[in-house]
């Protein structure tokens, strides 16, 4: 009989450059864990990471100890917490949401706003500023992935969702996530 996996969120963050990733997982490899799943991006001048690595407790707990260490090498800061695996939920139904926009404060947080108010969940958000083409006008992209519990009625909540966003003058689209 096997035991179980467990599971520690590492979130490190520090000056970007080449190698970083490397010394991670490399690290992660060597003492007998798996990265489960993982978000890298760069943010400004500073690599962020976060990742879930899967291993028996007892190299979870030899690889937490190896942190500090690797920490100071690569000059990161590192935070762990202990987790266990998701449950997934059968009644949430997976959908994308991108809204475009000219670049303004509180985006992010009518958004938010409205999806709370509903007790549906953001899962996974990603943000982006950019210069529209030919016109060089500052914008602003949010893309996000939701759980809309199914006793709600997505109808309903689509034309209530996309009303919202036009009284903000933003552009967006609520949509099944596909396969």
Known sequence: MTTPNSFLVISALGKDRPGIVNALSKK????GCNIADSRMT???????ILLLVEGQWNTLAKLENALPE???ELDLTIITKRTEERTPSSNLLPYAVDVVAMDHPGIVNHLAEFFSQRSINIEDMMTSSYAAPHTGTPMFAVHMNVGIPSDLHIAGLRDEFMDYCDGLN????LEPVKG
């Open 28 to 31: 992660i490899l060597d003492d």
């Open 170 to 173: 933003l552009d967006a689209v």
């Open 42 to 48: 760069v943010l400004g001048g500073e690599f962020a």
């Open 70 to 72: 690797l920490e100071q």
